[in-house]
Nanobody
């Protein structure tokens, strides 16, 4: 069974850091680009960051550039999102997603995001003092 599992969310003060992990089971991520998405209450889901299958290409939405870093360890079948200088506006449920043939776009979103087959269950990130 193909599965993605996120971890690492939590409550952090503004300016703090968190590292999210997305681990795949039942399949190898080696040939998959992967994206991180988030959805805040009352807002649409947005692509935050994505990474190509080789890790050579990474992209970010403008609001997180310089603060978030995406990386992958194919040996561990895991993709990470290091989040620093967190702001209250970063509060959301964060999801990882992938699909064979998906493309990491310059906007930081995995395309086509509306029809990706594999999604994790989400991890809550709350930035608050």
């Amino acid at each position: 069974q193909f599965q993605l599992v996120e971890s690492g969310g939590g409550l952090v003060q503004p300016g703090g850091s968190l590292r999210l992990s997305c681990t795949a089971s039942g399949f190898s991520l080696d040939y998959y680009a992967l994206g991180w998405f988030r959805q805040a209450p009352g807002k649409e889901r947005e692509g935050v960051s994505c990474i190509s299958s080789t890790g050579e290409s990474t992209n970010y939405v403008d609001s997180v550039k310089g603060r978030f870093t995406i990386s992958r360890d194919n040996a561990k079948n895991t993709v990470y999102l290091q989040m620093s200088s967190l702001k209250p506006d970063d509060t959301a449920v964060y999801y990882c997603a992938t699909d064979l043939g998906a493309v990491c776009t310059s906007s930081g979103s995995l395309y086509p995001s509306q029809v990706l087959d594999y999604w994790g269950q989400g991890t809550q990130v709350t930035v608050s003092s």
